[in-house]
C-alpha cells in the first residue's frame, strides 16, 4: 500500500470508528460492570441457614441438605484453589446414540476447571479457568500482561448466605444451580447441539444426590430436554424430550502441580500444551508437556529408587472392571491391564499397576464407577465394533487424573474376523465362526492392553512393525521371542506372514507389549530426583533419546500426523510390506 494512501485509509478508519463509537446508545455494559447496587441483605446468622433439620456430609467442603435445598459450605483454605469437573452420563437415555459411539453410561459429556472466588456485595463467584497462556513468574513484567488479558470469566454468582460455621468460609445456595442447566456441571455446549437438546423441562428433573468425599463431591441429577426434531428426511425422528441422569464430579487438583515433562517428537505421547511468555525473553514458545501419571517412590523408599532396586510407587495406578461386565470376560481385561507391569519395572517402580473388580455396595457403599477418582474400564452394550482409551489430565502439568475405557460389546466381531483372515492358515482354533472362550479371552486381553497403553499416555505408534525383518516373521525361535512388532501400540494386528509350515504358535501371531513400550514408559514415568523441573532435566533426556535410538526397535512413527511416510502405515508388516503382502495373499 503506497505511503498517502495508507496514511488517508488509516485516518477514514480511525474517523469512522469515532464516529461509530460517539453513535452508541449509552446503555451499560453490565457484563464488564460489578452490580452497584447493594444486596437488600448480607450474611444471615448460620444457624438460621443451616437449621437443626440439615442433613450434612462433610468431605472436601460441607454439603447441607434442608428439605429439597442443598447449600456448599466453602472453607476459606478452598478459595481460588483449582477444582477439576468431569461429568459423565450416569444412565442414557433411549434413542439418544450419535453414529454408535455415544450415548451410554459412561460416556463423558464435558470438562472444566473451576475456582471459588469471594466478589464484591456479598457475592460468590465461580470462575471458569483457561489454561492456554501461561506466565508463571510473579517477577517478570509479561505476568502483569498476560493476566491483564486473560480474565477469567464468572459463570456463576451465587449470594452468600451465612458465613461458615467457624467464620472462615462462606455458606451458599446451589439448587437452582444444580437443578438448572449449565455447561459447568452438565453437558457442554456443542454437545448440546449434535444431540439436538433444547430448553431443560425443570418440572420432569430433579436433583438425585449429593455427596461430599475427602478430595471430591459428586453430584447427581436426572435431567430432562426438550429434543428438536432432525432435518426433514434425516434420521432421527421427530421431536421429542429425552431423560438421562448425570453425574458431576469436582474434584481438588493438587496445590502444587506435578512436576511436568515436555513432549519429545521421538517418543509417541499424548500431550497438553499453552502458549509461555516465560520460556523465551524475546518471543513467546507454544510448551506442550506429556500426559503421565504421578508415580512417586515412597518417602522411605526414595533411596532405594535411586541406588536402581524396585520399589512400590505411593499411589498404584488402577482399573476398576465395570460390574455390568460379562464374567467370563473379566479376568483377560485384567490381564491385558497387569500385563503393563513389567514395562513400569523399566522406570522402577514393581506393581505399578493393577486391575481390580469393582466392589460390591456391601464391600464398600462409598464406591461408584462415576466417580472420577476411579478408572474403569466401562462395558457399552453397542454395535460398534471397537474400543478406545482416553485420558482426563491436569492441563498445568498433564498429570493423568483418571480414565475411563470404553469397551464396546461388538469388539469381538472384530478381532473375531481379524484374527480368523489373518491367523485362521496358522492356527486351526482361527477357524470356526465361534471361538471358545479361552480364544475369545486372549484376543480381548490384547485389545485390552492397547486400549491400557492410551490410558496411560501412549500414541499410536504406526511405525513400529516396520522396524522388523520380514524374513523374521517366520523364525519360529525368533518370533515366538521378540514378537511380530516392538509395539502392541501399533495398527499391526496379527503375524500373517508366518507360513504353515513356519509352526509358529499363538505366542509369534499375537501382538504383545514389546520393546517399544517398555523404553516408552521407562521414558516416561522414570523419575530423576536430582532435577527439580522440566528444565533442567532436558538436556539429560534429549542424550538419553538420542542414545537409545540407535536401537531401531525404539523407533516411533507418527503414522497419524505424517500419513505419508511408507514406514507408518496401518495394517502392514515388516520392513517390507509389498514381501509381507504377499506372504499374506498366500495364506
Not at 305 to 327: C, H, N
Not at 559 to 568: L, T
Request: glycine letters at 6%; aromatic letters at 10%.
Amino acid at each position: 500500500m503506497l505511503p498517502l494512501l495508507k496514511k488517508c485509509f488509516s485516518l477514514s478508519i480511525a474517523v469512522t470508528l469515532c464516529i461509530t463509537v460517539l453513535a452508541q446508545p449509552s446503555t451499560r455494559d453490565s457484563t464488564r460492570r460489578f452490580p452497584t447496587t447493594p444486596p437488600t441483605t448480607g450474611p444471615r446468622p448460620y444457624k438460621e441457614v443451616i437449621t437443626d433439620k440439615a442433613k450434612t456430609d462433610d468431605g472436601l467442603f460441607k454439603v447441607h441438605k434442608i428439605d429439597d435445598k442443598y447449600f456448599f459450605e466453602i472453607p476459606d483454605s478452598l478459595m481460588n484453589r483449582d477444582i477439576l469437573v468431569v461429568n459423565r452420563i450416569s444412565k442414557a437415555a433411549a434413542g439418544m446414540r450419535i453414529g454408535g459411539f455415544f450415548g451410554y453410561a459412561g460416556d463423558q459429556i464435558g470438562q472444566n476447571v473451576i475456582r471459588f472466588q469471594k466478589g464484591p456485595n456479598n457475592k460468590l463467584f465461580l470462575l471458569n479457568i483457561s489454561y492456554a497462556e501461561y506466565a508463571k513468574d510473579s517477577t517478570s513484567p509479561m505476568f502483569t500482561a498476560v493476566n491483564n488479558s486473560n480474565i477469567q470469566p464468572i459463570a456463576a454468582a451465587f449470594d452468600i448466605r451465612s458465613l461458615g460455621k467457624d467464620s472462615t468460609g462462606v455458606v451458599i445456595e446451589v439448587t437452582d444451580y444444580i437443578n438448572g442447566d449449565n455447561d459447568v456441571l452438565h453437558f457442554s455446549g456443542s454437545l448440546k447441539s449434535s444431540l439436538r437438546f433444547a430448553s431443560i423441562q425443570s418440572d420432569k428433573s430433579y436433583i438425585v444426590s449429593v455427596k461430599s468425599y475427602p478430595i471430591n463431591v459428586e453430584i447427581k441429577t436426572v435431567k430432562t430436554y426438550s429434543r428438536m426434531a432432525s432435518l426433514p428426511g434425516a434420521a432421527g425422528g421427530t421431536s421429542s424430550n429425552m431423560t438421562v441422569e448425570l453425574n458431576s464430579s469436582l474434584v481438588l487438583l493438587p496445590k502444587s502441580p506435578m512436576q511436568a515433562r515436555y513432549f519429545d517428537k521421538r517418543v509417541g505421547y499424548f500431550n497438553v500444551g499453552y502458549v509461555d511468555y516465560d520460556a523465551n525473553p524475546q518471543g513467546v514458545e507454544s510448551i506442550s508437556v506429556v500426559q503421565r501419571w504421578r508415580l512417586e517412590p515412597k518417602d522411605e523408599d526414595m533411596e532405594k529408587y535411586k541406588r536402581g532396586e524396585l520399589v512400590e510407587p505411593k499411589k498404584q495406578i488402577v482399573y476398576y472392571i465395570d460390574p455390568a461386565t460379562p464374567k467370563k470376560w473379566i479376568p483377560y481385561l485384567m490381564l491385558g491391564v497387569n500385563d503393563w507391569q513389567v514395562a513400569f519395572e523399566k522406570a522402577g517402580f514393581k506393581n505399578a499397576i493393577v486391575a481390580k473388580v469393582a466392589p460390591t455396595w456391601r464391600e464398600d457403599s462409598t464406591w461408584s464407577l462415576d466417580d472420577a477418582r476411579n478408572s474403569a474400564i466401562v462395558y457399552k452394550p453397542s454395535d460398534i465394533a471397537n474400543a478406545s482409551g482416553p485420558r482426563i489430565s491436569d492441563p498445568r502439568s498433564g498429570e493423568i487424573m483418571e480414565s475411563h475405557i470404553n469397551w464396546y460389546h461388538n469388539v469381538m466381531e472384530l478381532i473375531h474376523d481379524w484374527y480368523m483372515i489373518q491367523a485362521g492358515p496358522n492356527d486351526p482354533k482361527a477357524r470356526k465362526m465361534l471361538y471358545d472362550d479361552e480364544l475369545m479371552g486372549q484376543l480381548i486381553r490384547f485389545v485390552s492392553s492397547h486400549e491400557v497403553g492410551h490410558t496411560l499416555g501412549l500414541r499410536h505408534n504406526f511405525g513400529s512393525s516396520s522396524s522388523v525383518p520380514v524374513e523374521n516373521l517366520r523364525n519360529k525361535a525368533w518370533v515366538e521371542a521378540n514378537g511380530h512388532t516392538p509395539s502392541i501400540m501399533d495398527y499391526a494386528r496379527f503375524n500373517y506372514v508366518a507360513q504353515p509350515e513356519d509352526n509358529i504358535s499363538e505366542v509369534g501371531l499375537f501382538p504383545r507389549i514389546g520393546d517399544y513400550d517398555k523404553w516408552a514408559i521407562q521414558w516416561g514415568y522414570k523419575l530423576f530426583p536430582q532435577f527439580k523441573s522440566a528444565e533442567e532435566e532436558q538436556g539429560y533426556l534429549n542424550r538419553w533419546v538420542i542414545d537409545s535410538l540407535k536401537n531401531r526397535r525404539l523407533w516411533w512413527g507418527d503414522g497419524e500426523s505424517n500419513q505419508d511416510d511408507p514406514r507408518s502405515q496401518t495394517e502392514d508388516l515388516s520392513n517390507d510390506a509389498v514381501k509381507a503382502s504377499m506372504y499374506g495373499i498366500k495364506n
